[in-house]
């Protein structure tokens, strides 16, 4: 049997508390001189401040893959070819941002430190949105389907062989519409919203 301490505990317990405590007093140590004083909280820091921020054009945008059958066809191609390396947004030119891979066929995108992204997507399915009844906007003698959801509104040319997507932040004005409107104008025949 084994001695009791004065507090009623066996003395391996007590041996083995004790143990544990200044294991983990030295464990702590150890880490606060490695990381030095608010160690983890710099670290936290360095590492949000080196987050790309997808919004703020710091690094590649990542797409997610939509339905999209048309993507890969010639007129998708031919658009792609024919859209501007910049799109003015209220006066200035924002160029093309890298998208990360595997990037979906057939998109695009637009944006910066100080403009939300741009994306354009060709060769998806019709919208759902897409009726008889639908209000759609002439814009530089494309007909598009604007369809808003929350901050941004997605445009759908929906007068082209193929749809062509534009998604962009309610603040961007009129000015992308109108160059990808030239430009689908420019490469791809017109045809009836409802053959």
Same mark, same amino acid.
């Given at each position: 049997?084994?001695?009791?301490?004065?507090?009623?505990?066996?003395?391996?317990?007590?041996?083995?508390?004790?143990?544990? %405590?200044?294991?983990?007093?030295?464990?702590?140590?150890? @880490?606060?001189? @490695?990381?030095?004083?608010?160690?983890?909280?710099?670290?936290?820091? /360095?590492?949000?401040?080196?987050?790309?921020?997808?919004?703020?054009?710091?690094?590649?945008?990542?797409?997610?893959?939509?339905?999209?059958?048309?993507?890969?066809?010639?007129?998708?191609?031919?658009? &792609?070819?024919? &859209?501007?390396?910049?799109?003015?947004?209220?006066?200035? %030119?924002?160029?093309?941002?890298?998208?990360?891979?595997?990037?979906?066929?057939?998109?695009? !995108?637009?944006?910066? !430190?100080?403009?939300?992204?741009?994306?354009?997507?060709?060769?998806?399915?019709?919208?759902?949105?897409?009726?008889?009844?639908?209000? &759609?906007?002439?814009?530089?003698?494309?007909?598009?389907?604007?369809?808003?959801?929350?901050?941004?509104?997605?445009?759908?040319?929906?007068?082209?062989?193929?749809?062509?997507?534009?998604?962009?932040?309610?603040?961007? %004005?009129?000015?992308?519409?109108?160059?990808?409107?030239?430009?689908?104008?420019?490469?791809? /025949?017109?045809?009836?919203?409802?053959?």
């Amino acid at each position: 049997m084994q001695k009791q301490s004065g507090s009623g505990l066996p003395r391996s317990v007590v041996a083995v508390a004790v143990s544990l %405590g200044v294991l983990l007093a030295l464990g702590v140590a150890a @880490l606060g001189l @490695l990381h030095g004083p608010g160690g983890s909280h710099q670290q936290e820091a /360095a590492r949000e401040s080196s987050t790309p921020d997808p919004r703020a054009g710091n690094g590649p945008l990542a797409l997610p893959p939509v339905d999209a059958p048309e993507a890969d066809s010639s007129a998708c191609a031919e658009v &792609l070819e024919e &859209l501007p390396a910049e799109l003015d947004v209220r006066g200035t %030119g924002v160029a093309r941002r890298e998208l990360a891979r595997p990037a979906p066929p057939g998109t695009l !995108a637009w944006g910066d !430190a100080d403009h939300a992204p741009i994306t354009l997507r060709c060769g998806i399915t019709a919208p759902a949105e897409l009726t008889r009844t639908s209000e &759609l906007m002439n814009v530089s003698g494309v007909d598009w389907l604007p369809i808003s959801s929350g901050e941004t509104t997605s445009w759908i040319a929906v007068d082209r062989p193929v749809y062509v997507a534009l998604t962009a932040s309610e603040e961007i %004005g009129s000015g992308p519409v109108q160059e990808i409107s030239e430009t689908l104008r420019g490469t791809l /025949a017109k045809q009836e919203v409802f053959p």
